[in-house]
């Protein structure tokens, strides 16, 4: 039978398994990346598994996510990651040189290769043809050492384009149309493979938009086959080398297809507060807009930018409205000012930023309380821009341009009806791209370049915590009862002031679910163990570790759940915490504050292969809950997770 170009890729990097879905595999991890907030654990624990040096082709180390300095703490934080990427042979991209997988894309994503990155987002370069999944930080620690990398075999599902995107339809609108259709689950357990013959009306950075946004789905990946789109933007960057052919077989078979027709499309608008509340834009015209932000991993291209900088030529941004520009990247700052956009775009009233992550975790720009943000961002999770009753939505960079232009939410086809002489500005290439491969960057330091060779950790930077193994019995209260989709942002908040912690397990874990109860942390800490209990789609969100390191720092032991997202599940897995799911009725039943106990020997059946265990409420009833684990899972649980797993496979080894 024919392989697909997952099957393909995964075939030629398997160390163990099948490609059975469902079935675990384990594969050869080409790429790592990570960045700030979760790299510091990343390098912690490469640290304390006893390794010296990077083993996988290459990795790279990106400050993005919080650039600005408050204190010493983030500062010293990048400093740390320096000094780490040049003991351990890694690539670090300076803060302020942009987001990470806009920088990756740019500099060492490649086609056929495989990428593991400890940022959810990291399926980005799928649209360069590169299979890239995201994973918690540990996981990246492990492939560095030279581990495999261990995932369920994903269904993979067919996305056929078909047609070509009307005027003012985007890419962005490809993948809200799909949000709003399959919702955040819809690709859970999923590689979403895009083909058919819409493939190659779409630019990279079109593709790249898409593959992004696959992460919203909940899918495990996102990817694009190549063609000459992709040999010439790889030239465009002075990396014509690495493209190679990739297409799937004839015979290929796929678990579904879900057909996509671009000429249907139109623009689309992602309403509060979650990315599949997905509506036309004409359905929520006339909304009063106070805030604008083009820019983030999803929009944040030259390529994105550009369109706006065209609507606004001429015009200027509405005497209400702020708007702010904040590029993906350095590469793409360099662009727009050495082509006079930057200029042009100032004259109208823009506002430039640097090159960071920044207001999509609520790091700056945060919005005015009780207004509307239109953001070109992938993410609109209720207090994710800062303030808790954010109005945040999510659009296209011509949708954000025409709300900038009127004050209001508007469809760009009826303001310019209405306007007369504006013209769509369609997708155009950037002729000259940023300088090129690593050693010519000033603001990524290769291996070669290090300035150090030793550790620098300041007084905020702690040690990793570690776990004991796994104990027969386990009971305590349920600490916490929460909905559905609670994301990880709501486990450990991103923003500035808490994030700074990162690197400091015990003050960081004072925030642990503050959003949902701010006594929560305190009340973990004196029960001395206990249990979360949540909804469906526990953990969604960004591939965050310390949404697990934190919750067991204070003691909890394990997380009932109607249904977990797929890193987040992995993440409880890695630092000992027993993910069990259970059914609706069960869930319904039990209440915050219920004593809870897991009445089978946990440990043993843990290891034995027990995939059901009896769940018993205040001594009262009883209910079965499940494990659903590979056998590598289970040891690693048992273990007491998998920084104690893996330093006692190196030392039977
Ligand atoms: Fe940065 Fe936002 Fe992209 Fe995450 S989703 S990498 S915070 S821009």
Redesign the pocket.
């Known amino acids: 039978m024919g392989q697909t170009i997952t099957e393909q890729i995964l075939d030629e990097h398997l160390v163990e398994g099948e490609l059975t879905p469902g079935e675990e595999i384990g594969i050869e991890i080409d790429q790592v990346l990570t960045?700030d907030?979760t790299g510091t654990m990343v390098w912690l624990q490469f640290e304390a598994l006893d390794l010296d040096e990077v083993q996988t082709e290459l990795a790279a180390q990106y400050c993005?996510?919080q650039t600005y300095q408050f204190d010493f703490k983030n500062t010293d934080d990048h400093r740390f990651l320096r000094s780490a990427a040049g003991t351990f042979g890694a690539y670090f991209s300076r803060p302020g040189n942009g987001?990470?997988?806009q920088v990756h894309k740019e500099n060492f994503a490649a086609p056929g290769k495989t990428l593991l990155g400890s940022?959810?987002?990291t399926p980005?370069p799928g649209g360069l043809g590169q299979l890239a999944i995201g994973a918690g930080g540990l996981d990246i620690a492990v492939a560095m050492g030279g581990g495999p990398y261990y995932v369920e075999m994903p269904e993979i599902v067919n996305v056929e384009l078909t047609g070509e995107l009307p005027e003012w339809a985007t890419a962005k609108d490809v993948a809200l149309h799909l949000l709003g259709e399959l919702t955040v689950k819809g690709g859970v357990g999923k590689v979403l493979e895009y083909t058919g013959p819409g493939v190659e009306t779409l630019t990279i950075p079109e593709r790249t938009t898409i593959t992004?946004l696959g992460?919203e789905l909940g899918a495990t990946s996102s990817i694009f086959g190549t063609d000459e789109k992709t040999e010439d933007w790889l030239a465009r960057q002075d990396r014509e080398e690495e493209y190679v052919e990739l297409s799937p077989d004839e015979d290929a078979e796929y678990a579904d297809t879900i057909e996509v027709d671009l000429s249907d499309l139109e623009p689309l608008i992602a309403t509060p507060s979650m990315p599949d509340n997905v509506v036309p834009v004409r359905e929520v015209a006339g909304e009063d807009v106070e805030q604008v932000i083009i820019?983030?991993?999803?929009n944040?291209a030259y390529e994105d930018i550009l369109p706006g900088a065209k609507m606004l030529k001429g015009r200027e941004v509405a005497k209400k409205t702020e708007m702010i520009v904040a590029p993906?990247s350095k590469q793409a700052s360099e662009m727009l000012a050495r082509e006079g956009w930057t200029a042009e775009m100032m004259a109208a009233g823009v506002n430039f930023s640097e090159a960071?992550?920044?207001a999509?975790?609520g790091i700056g720009h945060v919005p005015a309380s009780d207004s509307v943000s239109l953001r070109t961002?992938?993410?609109n999770f209720e207090g994710r821009s800062g303030i808790e009753d954010d109005s945040v939505f999510l659009c296209s960079p011509e949708v954000a341009t025409a709300a900038a232009i009127t004050g209001e939410i508007v469809d760009p086809r009826d303001l310019a009806d209405e306007l007369g002489d504006l013209e769509a500005p369609g997708l155009e290439m950037g002729t000259k791209y940023g300088p090129g491969m690593g050693e010519s960057d000033p603001d990524i330091i290769s291996p070669d370049e290090a300035v150090d060779d030793d550790l620098i950790k300041g007084p905020n930077i702690g040690d990793v915590p570690l776990k004991d193994e796994l104990a027969s019995d386990i009971e305590g209260e349920a600490l916490l009862k929460m909905e559905d989709n609670i994301t990880t942002d709501h486990i450990i908040p991103?923003t500035a002031d808490i994030l700074k912690f990162r690197s400091n397990i015990e003050k960081l874990s004072e925030f642990t679910l503050s959003r949902v109860d701010d006594t929560f942390a305190q009340r973990a800490l004196d029960a001395d163990g206990g249990f979360l209990v949540a909804g469906e789609n526990y953990g969604q969100g960004?591939s965050r570790e310390h949404a697990a390191l934190c919750p067991m720092f204070l003691g909890v032991e394990g997380v009932l759940a109607q249904s977990f997202a797929r890193i987040h599940k992995a993440n409880l897995f890695n630092f000992g915490l027993v993910p069990l799911t259970i059914d609706e009725e069960t869930y319904e039943n039990i209440d915050q504050g219920d004593d809870i106990e897991i009445v089978d020997d946990v440990g043993e059946g843990v290891r034995n292969g027990a995939t059901e265990f009896t769940v018993r409420v205040n001594d009262d009833w009883e209910a079965t809950a499940h494990l659903d684990a590979s056998e590598r899972e289970r040891e690693i649980l048992a273990a007491g997770g998998k920084l104690s797993w893996t330093k006692q496979q190196h030392e039977s080894d």
Do not use: E, L, P, V
Request: charged share 10%; net charge negative.
């Open positions: 960045q907030t993005d996510h987001i990470c997988h940022d959810s987002h980005t992004n992460t820019g983030s991993c999803t944040g993906g960071t992550c920044g999509c975790i961002f992938n993410r991103a960004s």
